[in-house]
């Protein structure tokens, strides 16, 4: 049973108009409030990065494991959101890890469509290797449409001979751009948030004539064996679920060890209301402990963790 306080989540959502529905313009001034409900993290100190190659934010903890960092890609079906629309999010991930966050700028489409996007993560991933971090010490994730981007991006850099992470963590990710998966259909009227019809509107922005099926963008199509293990967040009330679903069964068939986490009653990407309700804040929790094993960061002592 969901929470109080997610359940009043919920209804505010349901009374909210749908995001995936709207004008790219105004998509994209919504996508810029995404974290109007979050609650701004504890001692964390934020540094721009404005490389030649690489731009972005640095989210670094109080307690930082300065070996360690993680690569962030901010989800909004490729078309919208920016470094600023996930900063309170990459400020409790790196709290959480105990490891520096940085939230990695990419371009958007339909400006500038697949591999825009996948080109400006895989510089931003080589960069972090042009800094000395190890590739045991480091992991990539992101949510929604970059959850997607994170696999093309471990596929770019798999194909271009580049050392892999440590780990993956992708939450509701969206894989399937030509919007497939069951839970479109069995989860449509419990979906508060997302439609099949705004996705696919998103997907052709995105990829323009190109194929919908190339391994690159559609990961459900690609060898993913000698892949990094990966941690996948689902809600249980989302049509991506089956996404993440058949990424786990596809991982586990390759032979990379995948797990999955499926939050019942759950929205998509419900993670960012960290602060509002205890499921987002147990799950980042979650993804914190799991990110800190992966990429070697001791175990937070109760006294070290972060308020």
Not at 107 to 121: G, Q, T
Not at 146 to 159: D, E, K, N, P
Not at 243 to 255: E, K, N, P, S
């Amino acid at each position: 049973m969901p929470s109080p306080e997610a359940l009043q989540y919920a209804k505010m959502l349901r009374s909210a108009p749908k995001m995936v529905e709207m004008a790219l313009s105004d998509q994209r001034a919504a996508g810029e409030r995404a974290e109007a409900l979050t609650t701004e993290p504890n001692d964390i100190r934020y540094e721009p990065i404005a490389e030649e190659r690489v731009h972005g934010l640095w989210a670094v903890p109080k307690i930082d494991a300065a070996h360690c960092a993680i690569l962030y890609l901010f989800g909004g079906g490729h078309i919208i959101s920016s470094v600023n629309s996930r900063r309170k999010f990459a400020g409790h991930l790196a709290n959480a890890a105990g490891c520096r966050v940085l939230i990695a700028d990419y371009r958007l489409a339909p400006e500038h469509p697949f591999p825009a996007d996948v080109e400006d993560a895989t510089a931003a991933y080589r960069w972090l290797l042009e800094l000395d971090h190890d590739p045991t010490h480091l992991a990539i994730g992101g949510e929604s449409s970059a959850g997607g981007l994170t696999m093309s991006t471990l596929l770019s850099l798999r194909r271009l001979g580049i050392p892999l992470p440590a780990g993956a963590f992708l939450l509701s990710p969206w894989i399937d751009l030509t919007c497939g998966g069951e839970t479109h259909q069995t989860k449509r009227e419990v979906d508060l948030t997302v439609t099949t019809a705004g996705l696919r509107r998103m997907a052709k922005r995105y990829l323009g004539d190109h194929d919908p099926y190339d391994p690159l963008v559609a990961p459900l199509e690609a060898d993913l064996s000698g892949l990094p293990p990966f941690l996948i967040q689902v809600g249980g009330d989302e049509i991506l679920l089956d996404d993440a679903v058949q990424l786990a069964r596809r991982a586990g068939m390759a032979g990379t060890m995948a797990t999955l986490e499926i939050w019942p009653s759950m929205q998509h990407f419900f993670q960012i209301a960290v602060g509002l309700f205890p499921e987002a804040g147990a799950a980042v929790a979650r993804i914190g402990a799991w990110l800190r094993e992966r990429v070697g960061v001791e175990r937070l002592t109760d006294s070290d963790k972060p308020a």
